[in-house]
């Protein structure tokens, strides 16, 4: 089976694309429309895939998405609790077969989040215990969701050579050892120094991602599915150029697992 391609004129052309996230506690996809009857809409295909493959309820491809009208009571109930299971999780429109995020940074302007905050002492002051409670909000997503739960290895999004220290690295090397999966991050490597792209056009950070010549052991790799873990999400570049380089070494799927999510979806332009 020919492994999934992710090109930059995908990328571009889905990051107009909106809405760009879609957290059920903040606006519901299985909700009342009539009395005694439920509407489904899923949105984006990453959430009807996960809808579907845990609900056994298929959806119908409409202009505005999947979705599907439900009136009967114990489809009702199973799609509120498969919501419910699902609901403080940020979903992410991307070119990953899955993308989550596990909570927002801030939860108001300048107010950290519990994760926001465990994020940032873990990457200021490479807190161990901020690290441990990150791993920790890993792994719960990771039994939590049908995805996650099934893949085949972890991945940190790899960090640039000359970096002593990665937060991303650090995660993943606690959630393999808890979940028992095997972490595969040796082998998906930058060779060269990265430069940073944070405030850089969407174009000129992937030449520049380019530039970093990923390596992958493609033996090890081919045929997996990958958890690509990150720290932060905020406009999804990087991870989806990473993702690229996996398909493109013959990952069967990458799903992608983010502590936090940034309120703006640009790279600091």
């Known amino acids: 089976m020919r492994s999934k391609q ?3 004129e995908d990328v571009e ?3 107009e694309t909106r809405p760009t996230r879609r957290c059920f506690a903040e606006h519901a996809s299985v909700r009342a429309r009539a009395e005694g009857q439920f509407v489904v809409s899923t949105l984006f295909p ?4 996960l809808f579907e493959r845990d609900t056994k309820i298929l959806t119908n491809s409409g202009p505005y998405g999947p979705y599907r009208y439900l009136d009967n009571e114990q489809e009702i109930a199973k799609a509120l609790e498969w919501q419910e299971r699902h609901k403080g999780l940020i979903f992410l429109r991307d070119m990953l077969d899955c993308s989550i995020a596990l909570d ?3 939860a108001s302007a300048g107010v950290y989040t519990d994760l926001g905050l465990a994020e940032h002492n873990a990457k200021t002051a490479r807190n ?9 909000a890993c792994v719960r997503a990771i039994k939590n969701v049908t995805f996650f739960a099934e893949s085949d290895a972890v991945c940190a999004v790899p960090p640039s050579p000359e970096k002593e220290w990665d937060l991303p690295t650090e995660i993943v090397e606690l959630v393999s050892e808890r979940i028992g999966k095997p972490n595969v991050s040796a082998a998906v490597r930058f060779t060269l120094k990265k430069k940073s792209v944070k405030a850089i056009s969407l174009e000129d950070k992937w030449g520049a991602l380019r530039a970093g010549k990923l390596k992958i052991e493609r033996t090890i790799i081919n045929g997996k599915k ?3 873990i990150d720290d932060k999400y905020q406009s999804g570049t ?9 398909y493109d070494a013959g990952a069967m799927e990458v799903n992608g697992l983010f502590c936090i999510k940034t309120w703006r979806n640009t790279d600091n332009r």
């Open 13 to 15: 052309l889905l990051r």
């Open 46 to 49: 990453s959430i009807d895939r």
């Open 238 to 246: 990087t991870a989806q150029f990473i993702a690229a380089k996996l």
């Open 128 to 136: 161990k215990a901020a690290v441990k409670s990150l791993a920790r």
């Open 226 to 228: 990958i958890i690509l």
């Open 6 to 8: 992710i090109t930059l």
């Open 104 to 106: 927002y940074n801030l």
